[in-house]
């Protein structure tokens, strides 16, 4: 509810005011004052007492306004004006002391007030009988020529304030006021106005004061001026830097911005306010406010009327770009995979999916199993998204693709100094990005012993320590491990820690290879010929009769042999359905480099002992009970030795072809034992 304070006067009697306050539902303070005319003390003292009790406004008589001009205050003074009722009420006492007085007629009225009356005086003047004339006084006390004037004017009667009886009479005029003219309607109406005022007022400072805490809040040094360069409005980062530039100074507001700024700025400045020239990305350098400026003018009729300024310095500006490259790092590790992205009907992947799925809604380490292209990965993205940490990060990183010093670096983070060559700044691991979510850690049985000891730590007691720093760093992050390799083979020849097995070995995925799947190669290659077909905006499908093709072929690539094979078919494809022959030669031309093994491989695709001629015995078995080292054999076979042909046969990448042929002692000299 508002408080309003009212200083007493003859316009503003007790009663009727304590009346109105009642009637609107507004608190009341009243001040009484017994002087005609309020002297400094008095409204001195009605001014602290305004402070103590907190009021929303002071109301002033309209008599009494002049005196309140020079007042420092914070709260708004507002002057109650002559009304339309107090001047019936006036008119009607000027008409009945007209005829009592009998003043000869024609009458002639002045009305004389400080603001123009809003009514209609010759509707009034008809109604009363009298001659009309609101007169405007252009000064505070009005000297004993001015109505000797009005007299020489014709006027007979002035209606004016107690104080100017006697200059009235002196004049030869009649003098008429009633200082009883304040009526309830009138004081009602007034009143309204007056709270409506003070709402709308509060409603714009409030609004003003929630721009100014939105200024205060941007990171830029915002400010304001008029069409000269004189600044009306400023935030507290361009308080900052003006006090920066000129630290004797206390407040901005009135000063020049030309004379704020370096002078380098004058040229700019000096287009702008001449020109209303607009500068975007204003780059300032080698001056005490190094950074950017985006000027932008105000323009009334294509005239500057005011300038707008948002200066950022190059420091903020070097923590932003800094602070977006590492969210945008840390928001750019998502799960895009789901469950529904892993197709296949078979057995064996409908009951690794059922696990995977029920894996999922609990938060222990996870450790898939499965050869190179079976889809580990999207595995692992799939089971982060079923689970609690589907809205946190999901991290994924080849443990093979890094030698051993940067592997530590880039898992656990480091400080500034730890190496040659480290930033500066230090860097977050990839276990602290994870912080709440996921990391997928693929080809863990490359990780060196260090390593290997390192994460068992990090599993162990849930926190990592930087490399050069002997800090911990708390942190909750799920763990899920891929090899394709025989881990505990590997713990037998001390390649592997055994206890760093058991750790991650809580929870057992086997993804079985695409030629344990039953018929789910058709099943993908309809699916990866539908992507491309999208991609490369062309549609191939694959006729039924080619699913004996897609299934009678090992893929020993798996499943990404046979998604890149789709997108070979898309590409080279001349017609809307694939056929057998068509897939059959696709086959023996993607995995098949020299001529004269044309009918060998020919006879690898359309026999089920597939591989048996390319073997260094006349072994006649199948290429699903083929071992991994055979089928490297009998691949290199049919590439004369060439490695690169070779894993482009198995569908595998030349450093894992390098890597197995090491494993199984296969001379890098292959060629040379054809």
Known sequence: MLKLMVVESHELPREICFSVAKELHFNLVFFPTNPERPNEQIISDYLEKAQQEQVDAII???????????????????????????????????????????????HKVALITTEPLSIDLDVLSEVFGIELHNILRDAEELPDSYFHTLKADGFEVAVCADRYHNQVIAAGMYHAFDPNACSHAGLLGEFRKILRLITISSQASRRS????????????????????????????????????????????????????????????????????????????????????????????????????????????????????????????????????????????????????????????????????????????????????RCNQPFVALNCGALPPNLLESELFGYVDGAFTGASKKGKKGLFEIAD????????????????????????????????????????????????????????????????????????????????????????????????????YEKTVLASPQCADIFSSYSWPGNVRQLRNFCERLVIISDRYQLTPDFVREQLQQAYQFHSQTYQRTKVVLNDSAAFSSALPTESQKSPETLSEKERILSALRQSKGSRQEAALLLGISTTTLWRKMKKYQISENYSSLL
């Open 209 to 388: 004061r929630e721009l100014q805490q939105m200024m205060n809040y941007s990171f830029e040094a915002i400010w304001m001026t008029d069409s000269k360069g004189i600044i009306t409005s400023y935030n507290a980062n361009a308080a900052g830097l003006f006090q920066t530039l000129h630290p004797e100074q206390k407040s901005f507001s009135g000063c020049r911005i030309q004379t704020l700024l370096s002078p380098e700025m004058s040229d700019v400045l000096e287009d702008t306010f001449s020109n209303g020239t607009t500068y975007y990305n204003h780059l300032l350098l080698h001056t005490q406010t190094d950074g950017i400026f985006n000027i932008t003018p105000i323009k009334e009729n294509k005239t500057v009327t005011a300038v707008i300024f948002h200066f950022t310095a190059l420091p903020h500006l070097e923590q932003m770009e800094e602070q977006l490259r590492t969210e945008s790092y840390i928001k750019g590790h998502k799960a895009k995979y789901t469950f529904q992205n892993l197709i296949g009907e078979s057995a064996s992947i409908r009951q690794v999916k059922k696990n995977a799925d029920l894996f999922a809604k609990y938060d222990s380490n996870i450790l898939l199993m499965g050869e190179t292209g079976t889809g580990k990965e999207i595995f692992a993205q799939s089971i982060h998204n079923a689970s609690r």
């Open 436 to 535: 709440q979510g996921t990391i997928f850690l693929d080809e863990i049985s490359e990780m060196d012993a260090n390593g290997q000891l390192r994460l068992l730590r990090v599993l162990e007691e849930r926190e990592v320590m930087r490399v050069g720093s002997d800090r911990v760093i708390p942190v909750n992050v799920r763990v899920i491990a891929a090899c394709n390799k025989n881990l505990t083979a590997l713990v037998e020849k001390g390649q592997f820690r055994e206890d760093l097995l058991y750790r991650l070995n809580v929870l057992t995925i086997h993804i079985p290879a695409l030629r344990e799947r039953e018929r789910d190669a058709f099943l993908l290659a309809n699916y990866y010929l539908d992507i491309y077909s999208k991609k």
């Open 60 to 106: 002033v008589s309209y008599y009494h306004s002049s005196e309140h001009l020079s007042s420092e205050t914070s709260i708004p003074i507002i002057t109650i004006n002559f009304s339309n009722w107090e001047t019936l009420n006036i008119l009607l006492s000027t008409k009945k002391n007209i005829i009592d007085t009998h003043i000869p007629h024609p």
